[in-house]
Nanobody, 124 residues
Framework: QVQLVESGGGLVQAGGSLRLSCAASGLTFSSYVMGWFRQAPGKEREFVAAISWSGANTDYADSVKDRFTISRENAKNTVYLQMNSLRPEDTAVYYC?????????????????GGQGTQVTVSS
Protein backbone atom coordinates (compact mmCIF):
# COMPACT_ATOMS: atom_id res chain seq x y z
CA GLN A 1 0.00 0.00 0.00
CA VAL A 2 1.43 3.34 -1.05
CA GLN A 3 1.63 6.03 1.62
CA LEU A 4 2.82 9.61 1.36
CA VAL A 5 3.04 11.36 4.72
CA GLU A 6 3.72 15.08 4.89
CA SER A 7 5.16 16.84 7.92
CA GLY A 8 6.77 20.11 8.90
CA GLY A 9 3.84 22.46 8.54
CA GLY A 10 2.93 25.03 11.16
CA LEU A 11 2.44 28.68 11.97
CA VAL A 12 5.15 31.14 10.96
CA GLN A 13 5.42 34.90 10.63
CA ALA A 14 5.75 36.56 7.25
CA GLY A 15 9.37 36.46 6.13
CA GLY A 16 10.04 33.25 7.99
CA SER A 17 10.94 29.77 6.77
CA LEU A 18 9.62 26.24 7.01
CA ARG A 19 10.81 22.94 5.61
CA LEU A 20 8.21 20.40 4.63
CA SER A 21 9.00 16.71 4.32
CA CYS A 22 7.13 13.92 2.58
CA ALA A 23 8.01 10.36 3.48
CA ALA A 24 6.99 7.74 0.95
CA SER A 25 6.47 4.02 1.43
CA GLY A 26 5.08 1.17 -0.61
CA LEU A 27 6.62 2.29 -3.89
CA THR A 28 9.97 2.38 -5.65
CA PHE A 29 10.56 5.99 -4.69
CA SER A 30 13.49 6.58 -7.03
CA SER A 31 11.26 5.77 -10.02
CA TYR A 32 8.74 8.52 -9.29
CA VAL A 33 8.52 12.19 -10.11
CA MET A 34 7.54 13.95 -6.88
CA GLY A 35 5.48 17.09 -6.65
CA TRP A 36 4.18 19.57 -4.11
CA PHE A 37 0.77 21.19 -4.44
CA ARG A 38 -1.22 23.48 -2.19
CA GLN A 39 -4.81 24.43 -1.60
CA ALA A 40 -5.95 27.56 0.17
CA PRO A 41 -9.48 27.91 1.59
CA GLY A 42 -11.98 28.55 -1.18
CA LYS A 43 -9.41 28.02 -3.91
CA GLU A 44 -8.48 25.20 -6.21
CA ARG A 45 -5.45 23.04 -5.61
CA GLU A 46 -2.43 24.50 -7.37
CA PHE A 47 0.99 23.31 -8.43
CA VAL A 48 3.94 24.47 -6.34
CA ALA A 49 7.01 22.50 -7.39
CA ALA A 50 8.13 19.16 -8.77
CA ILE A 51 11.35 17.20 -9.09
CA SER A 52 12.39 14.42 -11.44
CA TRP A 53 13.26 10.96 -10.17
CA SER A 54 16.99 11.70 -10.25
CA GLY A 55 16.67 15.21 -8.87
CA ALA A 56 18.34 16.65 -11.96
CA ASN A 57 15.24 18.53 -13.12
CA THR A 58 12.92 20.77 -11.15
CA ASP A 59 9.97 22.98 -11.93
CA TYR A 60 8.39 25.78 -9.89
CA ALA A 61 5.27 27.86 -10.02
CA ASP A 62 6.10 31.49 -10.73
CA SER A 63 4.63 32.51 -7.39
CA VAL A 64 7.25 30.54 -5.43
CA LYS A 65 10.26 30.66 -7.73
CA ASP A 66 13.40 31.94 -5.97
CA ARG A 67 11.74 31.45 -2.56
CA PHE A 68 11.03 27.70 -2.43
CA THR A 69 13.39 24.81 -3.16
CA ILE A 70 12.37 21.23 -3.80
CA SER A 71 14.84 18.41 -3.18
CA ARG A 72 14.84 14.68 -2.57
CA GLU A 73 16.81 11.96 -0.86
CA ASN A 74 16.11 8.70 -2.65
CA ALA A 75 17.99 6.73 0.00
CA LYS A 76 15.46 8.00 2.57
CA ASN A 77 12.39 7.87 0.32
CA THR A 78 11.79 11.50 1.17
CA VAL A 79 11.10 14.71 -0.73
CA TYR A 80 11.47 18.15 0.83
CA LEU A 81 10.17 21.63 0.21
CA GLN A 82 12.27 24.39 1.72
CA MET A 83 10.14 27.52 1.94
CA ASN A 84 11.82 30.86 2.59
CA SER A 85 10.53 34.43 2.65
CA LEU A 86 7.04 33.17 3.38
CA ARG A 87 4.08 35.41 2.69
CA PRO A 88 0.51 35.35 4.02
CA GLU A 89 -0.65 34.26 0.57
CA ASP A 90 1.39 31.07 0.98
CA THR A 91 -1.09 29.96 3.63
CA ALA A 92 -2.59 26.66 2.50
CA VAL A 93 -2.65 22.94 3.02
CA TYR A 94 0.40 21.52 1.27
CA TYR A 95 0.25 18.10 -0.38
CA CYS A 96 2.92 15.92 -1.89
CA UNK A 97 2.25 13.62 -4.81
CA UNK A 98 4.01 10.86 -6.73
CA UNK A 99 3.89 10.37 -10.47
CA UNK A 100 5.25 7.32 -12.28
CA UNK A 101 6.39 9.13 -15.40
CA UNK A 102 9.61 10.37 -16.86
CA UNK A 103 8.42 13.94 -17.32
CA UNK A 104 7.37 16.53 -14.75
CA UNK A 105 3.68 17.39 -14.68
CA UNK A 106 1.95 20.40 -13.13
CA UNK A 107 -1.46 18.73 -13.01
CA UNK A 108 -2.59 17.09 -9.76
CA UNK A 109 -4.93 14.78 -11.66
CA UNK A 110 -2.00 13.20 -13.52
CA UNK A 111 -0.21 12.14 -10.34
CA UNK A 112 -0.76 8.57 -9.24
CA UNK A 113 -0.62 9.06 -5.48
CA GLY A 114 -1.18 11.94 -3.08
CA GLY A 115 -0.76 12.56 0.62
CA GLN A 116 -3.17 13.91 3.23
CA GLY A 117 -1.53 17.30 3.51
CA THR A 118 0.06 19.51 6.13
CA GLN A 119 -1.19 22.96 7.11
CA VAL A 120 1.04 25.99 6.60
CA THR A 121 -0.16 29.27 8.06
CA VAL A 122 1.75 32.50 7.52
CA SER A 123 0.75 35.44 9.70
CA SER A 124 1.28 39.03 8.65
Amino acid sequence: QVQLVESGGGLVQAGGSLRLSCAASGLTFSSYVMGWFRQAPGKEREFVAAISWSGANTDYADSVKDRFTISRENAKNTVYLQMNSLRPEDTAVYYCAADFKTGISRSWSLYHYGGQGTQVTVSS
